[in-house]
Each structure stands twice: as C-alpha cells, then as structure tokens.
C-alpha cells in the first residue's frame, strides 16, 4: 500500500442531469507522471477538483498519500499543489509577490524550497516586479507552477497545464515535469492532447465521465487489437467515403492530411486495400501499414464505448 | 481604483449636500385677480415682495392660469373672485382659491404651506386694521432644537456620510469575494491551507480601513466646507462607525456567498441598499412611515446608523445615550458576520 500516492474507488458525480464522472476507479504509484487524457467534458476537472477537496464527491471515496478527500481535507491542503485549468493567481499582483503571497498562505520558507522551482523560477525571475497579469501564457504557466511547487507539496494536480501554450513552451513545460517526478513528487496531469500521453508513466483514457483503459503508453499501444494502415492523398474526403465502404475494415478516420485504416480482421493487408482502390479508378495515394498511437487507441476505445 | 475611491464620495457629498434640499426657493405662480381692487393688489403685492414667489403670469381669466399649470410653466395659481374687497369690507369671509401642481406631493404640501401662510399673514393684518384691540387670542414662539435654523444641510450631511460609509462596505468587500470567484483566484486560494475567517477577515479589514478614512474626509469636508456643527465626540463617531462598518460588510459578505457574478451580487446588493437607504429616514422621516415599515427599521443597519450620527453631531449626545443602539448594532454585525463565516465554501 505504500506504495500508492492517489487511490480513488467509484467516484461518482453528477450536475443536476448531467453526470460529470460515472463511477471512476484509478491507482497512481508515488513518483510518477499519470496522465488523464481526453478531450472537454470527460470529467477530468471534476476528478480533480474532488482530488483536491473542492468538491465533494456523490460516491465513492479517494484517498492521497493516505489521506481522505473529504475527511482529511485539512491535512490535505498542506501537502497538494494544485494548478487549476484557468490562470488563476492575482493578477494584479507582481509575480514576486504572488510568490510571497502563496508561500506566506502554506507557512513556507521561500529559500528552503527554492531548489525545487529554481530552474522554472529563473526563467520568470527577470521580470519579477511585472505583475502577474501582464504575462505571456508561457511565463504565467511557470509563475503557476511555482507558486504550486513553493511549500514543496508530495503530490501535484496540474488540470490541463499545456492547454493554449505555444510547441516550445510545452516541451519545456514538459521536461520540466520530469525534472519535478525525479525529486519524488507525484503528479498527476489532465490534457486533452494525445502526444502528451506518451510522456506519461502511465495514463487513463477518459470519455464521458468514465475511464475506457489505463496502463502505460506502450500496453495501452501494444493492446490495440487491429492493423493499421494511412493513406495519403490529395483527395482525402472522397477517398474516406470509399474507403468505408470497403469490406473487411473496421474503421477509417482523419489524422491531420492523412487516413488511418484499421483492419477488421488479419486478412486485410496492403495489398488488399491498394486493389480494392484501384478497382475504384483511385491511382494517386501513399499506402503504408503502421503501428498505432495513443490517438488511434483513444478512437478505438470510444467506438468500442459507443457501440456498447 | 485608489484615486476613483477617494473621490468619488467628496464628489457625491459636495453635490448631493449643495442639491438635495427640501426648500422650495422660486415658486412659479400665476395670479388671477377677477377683484382688482386695492384689497386684492394688497394681498398679490404679498406674493410679489416674498423671496419665495416668482410671479409668471398675471391675468384676469384664470383659463390662462390653468394653461400655465397645464404646460408647467407655472406651479401654483391663486384666484381672487369679485366681490374680494366688498366681503372683506362687510365682515364676510371672502374667497381664495389656491391650485397647485401636485406632480411632486412633497413639493406641492411645501408650496401650500408657504402660500397658506402669506394668506394668513395677510389676515392678521386685516383685522389689526379692523379692530386694533383685538390682536390674536394666542401668540406663538417656537424655537428649532439641536437646528436652529433648520439649515437642511446640517440635516442632510451626516446622513450622506453614513451613506458613503454604507456604500463602501457593502459593495467593494462583499464584490471582492464575487470577483474572486468569477477570476477563478478562488479556486486557488481554496485548496491552500488558509481558514475560511482568516480569508474573511483579509477581505473585511482592507475596506474597513478605507471606509473609516473616508468618514474622516467626509467629516472634515462637513466640517469645513458645510460648516456642520460637530458636537459630540468625533471619537465615538469612528467607534460607532467601526461597529456600524461590521454590520454591512457582514451583509455584503452574506450576499457575495450567495451569487457566483459580480453581476448577481450587484443586483441583490442594490436591491438591499435602496429598501434600507429609502426607509431608513435619510430623505423622508421615519417617523411618518406606517407603524408596520417603522417596525421593519428594527434590522435597518442604516437606521440606527443615522439617528447616532445625527444625535452625536447635532445633539451632542455621548456613550450613554446611544448605547442601546450601538449594542443592537454590535449584536446584529457579529451575527451577520458569523453567518457570512459559515455560509462560505471552500469548496464548489
């Protein structure tokens, strides 16, 4: 058990009609990166904001580090940093003072813990008498980050940090996660982008207020249970709408200018589809068989979700 | 928002103490003298020479008076019918009509008073002409207390002091909060280990510095632009104030708790304050209200808050005479404000 950092058990909650999270169950081991991945309205924010106290779940029950979600909130706020999806430190304070002001709520030392924040803090620190609000997203990203880390907390709750910021700041964003996972600190992430899952130690993919699998990336990949194929063309749609009707396929989707194919059964192949098109009088096209994504996956699962 | 804080209530207190008045100083009034006699002259020349009247319109059909009120030109019309002086002259009583414009019923009760007056002024010396001996079987003298000349400013400033003070403590402590919720800065603060009367507290004692400063300014203007008599003790005006402040922070706290926009709580703020300011006795007496709205003035913070001020500037009155209140006020912010405390979330 203790090896366990966050535990929830059927975790329900509900808006009036609408039913945010439908009986959630997870694991998440200290020191590592899980990711909750999905797009809007899985019911990720709602996981969260139960996970830090905010709100109270309708049933079920989640602990962190030991400690009840609704029982021991008290205890719990001292030792959870939190970064809401929604910038959501004063705005009309400077980012020192922000600073000042978080570690001044959690009783914490600024100098003690500054080693954790140093290299996301340096990168803000030349403009420390600007006020928060006058911020890039990238800078206000890190101010967040670490007024969250400043009382050095053993968990951290980031609801979709990347959202909105730009490629390069992501990466950075990123690495500076890692950098964080390796002074033990938990963390748990939401993000609606796919390629951020592969980042993760292990993820859950959520839709609809339930998750559909969990695991690492790679046993999340390695269970996808058909072939794969894309296809490119400059006649992306009328080639989808062909391609559909093609027996023997499970599904066809659009990935950015291409087409992913998944085979229903092993008899599909290269060159099975590549007849089936030409028979069609469709000549230009790049065919290739490839191994999936956690997108693929993700698509995958929720057609899964949808026919049951 | 500094600058706009402070200037904001020196401006509403120069203007709203220069314009709000209950004096009628120009009434328009039209004269129809139907006797023309020396008698009926006599009586318009009283109209004529009181500093209150502006005489818009003399003429001997009173359809044109009537066109006068119809258009507005004209607040009041005075009739004198034929026969005026020959009445008079017998011993008869003779006829005046008075018309007024009673759009504005306080206006029009004024106006009357004042006309009503010049008659009777009128009266009195027809009869010491008629029978010298006779005089008035009463005499009156009445003197005004605690406002001598009845200056309407001295009535009306300290209750506007108590309206700015109002207006600062229920809106910006209780909108601070809203806006938290509506940046989401709430959430923030929310999962951090402060206590909910810790939070509460750092949103009351910002405004409750600011309202106080300000009450000071607004005494100081009152005292040196108005030339309002402060008799009472300035000191016990600031505790009375700092009690008073608790009380409607309290209830602008409550509200903040109940809304989740600053537009919500601005809406039932409003609603609150215009009930309380309107039946609280600043513009209209208390006193004349029905016995069931005087009743209601029992939780009207502004009410008490008023008669204090005015009894310790006006009055002189010290810590005895308004104890009474002041505990009920003491009582009622605690309350409220406990209530605010338990009434607030740190969760959603």
Redesign the interface.
């Known amino acids: 058990m203790s090896d366990i950092s966050v535990y929830g058990e059927g975790l329900v909650k509900n808006y009036g009609k609408t039913e945010a999270l439908r009986g959630i169950s997870f694991l998440v081991n200290k020191g590592e990166i899980f990711g909750f991945i999905g797009p809007d309205g899985a019911g990720k924010t709602t996981l969260f904001r139960i996970l830090t106290t905010l709100l109270l779940p309708d049933a079920g029950h989640a602990t962190v580090e030991g400690f009840h979600v609704v029982k021991d909130f008290r205890h719990l706020r001292t030792i959870l940093g939190y970064m809401p999806g929604r910038f959501s430190l004063y705005q009309d304070l400077t980012v020192e003072e922000n600073l000042k002001f978080f570690a001044g709520i959690f009783k914490a030392d600024i100098s003690e813990n500054y080693y954790l924040i140093k290299d996301i803090y340096d990168q803000i620190a030349p403009f420390a008498k600007r006020r928060a609000g006058k911020l890039s997203g990238g800078m206000k990203q890190k101010l967040a980050l670490s007024c969250a880390l400043i009382h050095k907390p053993e968990v951290l709750i980031l609801d979709e940090p990347t959202t909105g910021v730009d490629a390069v700041s992501r990466r950075e964003f990123w690495e500076m996660l890692i950098r964080l996972k390796n002074q033990g600190i938990t963390i748990l992430v939401a993000t609606p982008y796919m390629d951020e899952a592969i980042l993760c130690d292990r993820v859950a993919l959520m839709q609809h207020g339930n998750i559909m699998a969990s695991g690492t990336p790679d046993q999340i990949i390695a269970s996808y249970p058909h072939r794969l194929f894309s296809i490119k063309s400059d006649q992306t749609l009328e080639l989808l709408s062909l391609i559909r009707q093609m027996t023997g396929i499970h599904s066809a989707e659009m990935f950015g200018g291409n087409i992913h194919v998944s085979a229903s059964n092993a008899l599909t192949g290269i060159k099975e589809i590549e007849d089936f098109l030409r028979s069609h009088d469709f000549r230009h096209f790049e065919l290739e068989e490839i191994s999936p994504g956690i997108e693929d996956c993700f698509i995958d699962f929720m057609k899964m979700n949808q026919a049951s | 928002m500094l600058p706009i804080i402070f200037i904001i209530p020196i401006v509403q207190l120069l203007i709203l103490s220069y314009a709000v008045t209950f004096e009628i100083k120009s009434i328009r009034l039209s004269i129809t003298d139907n006797d023309n006699t020396v008698a009926s002259r006599r009586l318009a020349g009283h109209f004529r020479s009181s500093p209150f009247y502006n005489i818009v319109g003399e003429s001997a059909d009173q359809r044109d008076g009537a066109e006068m009120l119809h258009n507005g030109s004209a607040h009041q019309m005075i009739v004198l019918l034929p026969g005026f002086e020959k009445a008079l002259a017998k011993g008869q009583p003779a006829h005046v009509q008075i018309v007024t414009d009673a759009i504005n019923g306080s206006a029009a009760a004024l106006m009357n008073a004042y006309t009503l007056q010049i008659i009777g002024d009128y009266n009195r010396e027809i009869l010491a002409e008629v029978s010298p001996q006779a005089g008035m079987p009463v005499k009156l003298t009445w003197s005004y207390w605690f406002n001598p000349q009845l200056d309407y400013k001295t009535y009306m400033v300290p209750g506007i002091l108590v309206l700015l003070v109002t207006i600062i403590g229920m809106f910006l402590s209780g909108m601070n909060v809203v806006r938290e919720k509506e ?12 206590r909910k009367h810790q939070f509460i507290a750092g949103k009351l004692i910002p405004f409750w510095i600011i309202a106080l400063f300000e009450l000071a300014i607004g005494l100081l203007v009152a005292r040196l632009v108005f030339s309002i008599p402060i008799l009472g003790n300035i000191f016990l005006i600031f505790v009375v104030a700092s009690v008073y402040l608790f009380v409607v922070m309290g209830i602008g706290l409550f509200i903040s708790t109940l809304t989740n926009t600053q537009q919500q709580s601005m809406f039932i703020s409003w609603f609150v304050l215009v009930i309380f300011i309107l039946m609280s006795g600043l513009f209209t007496p208390a006193e004349s209200m029905p016995q069931w709205a005087q009743n209601l003035n029992i939780i009207n913070p502004i009410a008490y808050f008023i008669s204090i001020i005015r009894m310790i500037m006006l009055k002189g009155s010290g810590i005895h005479d308004i104890m009474i209140p002041l505990i009920i006020l003491a009582g009622y912010g605690s309350a409220v404000l406990s209530l605010s405390v338990w009434r607030y979330r ?3």
């Open positions: 940046l989401g800065t709430i959430e923030q603060i929310n999962v951090t280990p402060i740190k969760t959603i």
